[in-house]
């Protein structure tokens, strides 16, 4: 499976950007996906996950109401649309894919990762 991130970028505090990560390798549709984000000097963290039809997501306290994980497995792409976005958001993000449909929130249960991609919230 590959994973490809990318939509990241620098934004003004306040601001949005969306990220995508586009899959390949195995039928996207049948699988659960996530986003995850690590900071400067900080372990990697979850952010949100979505089930394999879209129709289940979970997010962490730190975004919930500013962030919005979605899919569209005709495109084999996920979605994380960030508004709000506040300068601790400034991380590199990494979309992930867990072996199932259901969603997972730890790294351990995700056997996929793609390659991150940067954003850079300035205040």
């Known amino acids: 499976v590959q994973l490809q991130a990318y939509g990241g970028g620098l934004v003004q505090a306040g601001g949005s950007l969306r990220l995508s990560c586009e899959a390949s390798?195995?039928?996207?549709?049948?699988?659960?996906m996530g986003w995850f984000r690590q900071a400067p000097g900080k372990e990697r963290e979850f952010v949100a996950a979505i089930s394999w039809r879209g129709g289940y997501t979970y997010y962490a306290d730190s975004v919930k109401g500013r962030f919005t994980i979605s899919r569209d497995n005709g495109k084999n792409t996920v979605y994380l649309q960030m508004n709000s976005l506040k300068p601790e958001d400034t991380a590199v993000y990494y979309c992930?894919?867990?072996?199932?449909?259901?969603?997972?929130?730890?790294?351990?249960?995700?056997?996929?990762w793609g390659q991150g991609t940067q954003v850079t919230v300035s205040s």
């Open positions: 992930a894919a867990p072996p199932g449909r259901q969603i997972a929130t730890s790294q351990g249960e995700y056997n996929y």
């Open positions: 390798g195995r039928t996207f549709s049948n699988y659960a």
